[in-house]
């Protein structure tokens, strides 16, 4: 049963240290053609007419850029800002505990969580991971990759790199009820996972999770170069979400 807007809910994260980017400020409120890079992420999740509330965890210091940022979206009033914890765990479970009482009584049936310093990926991206997850019960995007090969801890190559790797992206979706249990169980046992995926695998080992196909233009803005990279991409081909 659909009422209007989709079921599902999307979790944006903003909480990460940024370190390896080396800015002053938390990368994702830096601007990106426009408008800060947490922006496009919120934008392209708001427009989805398959997602209905739209979390974004913030850092208690960051709530006011953040709160700026949202006012450069269109449909903000579908955006909720919320505060995040000290770790990705930790933040994944405050946008989830903020979506606990509707996942409940079933307003949301699948979550999606992204990385906030994603700005690029396409509406049909969450197609593909919603339909995925909806079937599955879990689907991460996923790009195969060709061009690695295994080298030890000195350098020296020491062979081909196992058949199969694919580069993991967010977003991450699964029906809302096991991600909610599996992160309020991760939270009991003190674990700290780096995807979702990770704490879904320790703790809801039964979720079947799919891979699907991820873009190579879903970037994760890490180093300073890949914001340059980020704004090449939308001078070629402006999304027009948002
Ligand atoms: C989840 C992720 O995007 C997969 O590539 C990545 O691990 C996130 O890393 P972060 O350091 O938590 O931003």
Same mark, same amino acid.
């Given at each position: 049963?659909?009422?209007?807007? #989709? ?10 240290? #940024? ?8 990368? /994702?409120? +830096? =601007? *990106? ?13 708001? &427009? ?7 979390? *974004? /965890? !913030? ?5 006011? &850029? ?5 006012? $450069? ?11 995040? #914890?000290?770790?990705?765990q ?26 906030? &310093?994603?700005? +690029? +990926? ?10 995925? !997850?909806?079937? $599955?019960g879990g689907a991460v =995007? ?5 061009? +690695? ?8 190559? $020491? ?9 993991v992206? $967010? =977003?991450q979706?699964f029906?809302?009820?096991p991600l *909610?249990?599996a992160y309020?169980a991760a939270?009991?046992a003190?674990f &700290?996972g780096t995807d979702t995926e990770s704490c879904m695998a320790r703790f809801a080992p039964d979720v079947r999770v799919r891979r /699907? ?19 090449? /991409? ?9």
């Amino acid at each position: 049963m659909q009422h209007g807007r #989709g079921r599902a809910a999307a979790i944006v994260l903003a909480g990460g240290s #940024g370190s390896r980017f080396g800015a002053a400020v938390n990368k /994702v409120y +830096l =601007p *990106l053609a426009g408008r800060p890079v947490i922006a496009w992420s919120l934008a392209v999740m708001a &427009a989805h007419p398959q997602v209905g509330p739209v979390v *974004l /965890v !913030a850092r208690e210091d960051d709530l006011a &850029a953040a709160t700026d940022a949202v006012r $450069t979206v269109a449909g903000t009033g579908r955006i909720e800002v919320t505060t995040g #914890g000290a770790s990705r765990q930790e933040s994944e479970l405050a946008g989830l505990r903020r979506l606990a009482e509707r996942i409940a009584d079933r307003r949301v049936d699948v979550v999606l969580v992204h990385d906030g &310093a994603r700005p +690029l +990926l396409s509406a049909d991206l969450v197609d593909r991971v919603l339909a995925a !997850a909806r079937e $599955t019960g879990g689907a991460v =995007p996923g790009l195969a990759r060709h061009d +690695l090969v295994a080298a030890g801890p000195d350098g020296a190559l $020491t062979g081909p790199a196992p058949e199969g790797l694919v580069a993991v992206q $967010t =977003p991450q979706g699964f029906r809302a009820a096991p991600l *909610l249990a599996a992160y309020e169980a991760a939270a009991r046992a003190g674990f &700290a996972g780096t995807d979702t995926e990770s704490c879904m695998a320790r703790f809801a080992p039964d979720v079947r999770v799919r891979r /699907v196909d991820g873009e190579g233009r879903n970037i994760k803005i890490t180093y300073g170069h890949d914001l340059e990279v980020a704004t090449a /991409v939308l001078a070629g081909t402006r999304p027009a979400a948002g």
